[in-house]
């Protein structure tokens, strides 16, 4: 490898890393102050539902169109506009106090903020081979565990200082740094900087040998019906994951608040636990799957995912006694989930297809799983707003780590006859 193949592929990937760490400082804010807008603006667990609800299929919606965008233009582009629009919505949250205004500003956002995994996998792709992508991809999807835990830290120290509009104000200009830092050091293929095209092994060709632009007929033409159907199976897996992923991000803050009565900067800071501790599991299952399991994601996934199911049925079981056990189970829940979510919405996204697809690819896989964030705000929210309690949520957590297993035992099963190969 060369020295200027290898110095740029450390920019790519500390660019590409900050770059969607960075999207959660204007993700995150709204999930923690929630119980702030409750109590200051008057906003019940129903209106604070359906706003989320509306981030939330907005940022479904553009996954697909984010996937399609890039997979067109390149990586570049779209997450520069993403990050762009995404911090103007965001400083727009702190000056409004209609619910109304709120939710449109919150459909901005949620395009916005599609544009950062599909942008940022499909940025990846072209510059690691398949033999060193799952400890590479482990290392790299450290950035929304880490992009998390500092995004809430940083809300809940603003919202505890300051109010809630500090929380939205100070994450828009965190990502308006990274936008800076990725213009400068962030390119979409080797050719870009005049280096030659990466060889992959999936195919044995260069990936996008022309230099010309990705402005060439979408490779996702080109899948047959096995592709499709893998395609479609890891995203059913992801609709259940991220279920479970928004559920914690979207009302543990307010759970702690109002079943445990912590003060609202407290209960910020205590939800970090779930992200933080899926901080070493997704190295430990991107390592894991490149010595152990020679590359396998759905096999190591798999057994992430039975670590996780009997996670949730210790949150639903002794979550609800004490404080403790709350965050030593949703801290339990993160180190399993986070190492499956990584490795089947990123390296596995980029070879179910092709490098070359990997945009698009990554696009359906993110957005079926946003569905999923979706379905959990309207049923939390509604369940929440009836007064139900943590036993009820607890227990969908549970059903649906149950449902992400069975649809990863069925590419297990494809894998076996021959029709998955991840």
Not at 236 to 258: A, Q
Not at 382 to 394: D, K
Request: net charge neutral; glycine share 12%.
């Amino acid at each position: 490898m060369s020295p200027q193949l290898r110095q740029w592929r450390y920019r790519v990937f500390a660019a590409t890393w900050l770059s969607y760490a960075g999207f959660y400082f204007c993700r995150k804010p709204f999930f923690i102050a929630k119980p702030a807008l409750s109590e200051e603006l008057g906003w019940d667990p129903a209106t604070l539902g359906y706003i989320g609800t509306a981030y939330l299929v907005s940022y479904a919606i553009g996954q697909f169109i984010a996937g399609a965008a890039g997979d067109r233009w390149g990586p570049r582009i779209l997450l520069l506009i993403g990050m762009a629009v995404s911090a103007g919505a965001n400083l727009s949250f702190g000056l409004t106090n209609s619910a109304g205004t709120f939710m449109s500003l919150m459909v901005v956002n949620g395009l916005a903020q599609a544009t950062g995994w599909s942008g940022n996998v499909g940025s990846m792709a072209q510059w690691f081979h398949r033999r060193e992508r799952g400890t590479v991809m482990g290392l790299w999807a450290t950035n929304y565990q880490v992009g998390g835990v500092l995004a809430n830290t940083l809300a809940a120290w603003a919202l505890g200082q300051w109010g809630f509009q500090a929380s939205f104000f100070t994450g828009s200009l965190v990502l308006l740094g990274v936008w800076v830092l990725f213009l400068f050091h962030q390119r979409d293929r080797p050719q870009d900087v005049g280096l030659p095209a990466l060889v992959n092994e999936e195919d044995s060709t260069p990936s996008n040998s022309s230099s010309t632009s990705q402005a060439a007929p979408s490779p996702g033409h080109n899948w047959n019906r096995r592709i499709w159907i893998n395609v479609l199976l890891v995203g059913g897996f992801y609709f259940f994951v991220k279920f479970i992923r928004y559920s914690l991000w979207s009302w543990s803050p307010l759970l702690l608040r109002r079943d445990f009565g912590l003060d609202l900067d407290d209960a910020g800071y205590l939800s970090t636990a779930f992200d933080l501790a899926g901080i070493a599991g997704v190295i430990a299952a991107g390592w894991l799957s490149d010595r152990l399991f020679s590359g396998r994601r759905a096999k190591i996934s798999f057994l992430f995912i039975i670590g996780m199911t009997a996670s949730c049925l210790l949150l639903y079981l002794l979550g609800p006694a004490s404080l403790l056990l709350f965050g030593l189970s949703i801290g339990l829940v993160g180190f399993f989930l986070y190492g499956p979510d990584a490795l089947m919405t990123g390296a596995a996204a980029i070879e179910v297809g092709s490098p070359r697809s990997a945009t698009l690819a990554a696009g359906i896989i993110n957005g079926m799983g946003a569905i999923g964030s979706v379905a959990q705000e309207l049923l939390l929210g509604q369940l929440l707003g009836a007064g139900e309690g943590l036993g009820e949520v607890f227990a969908l957590l549970l059903a649906s780590s149950l449902a992400a297993a069975l649809v990863l035992a069925v590419l297990l099963w494809r894998g076996r006859m021959g029709e998955a190969d991840i």
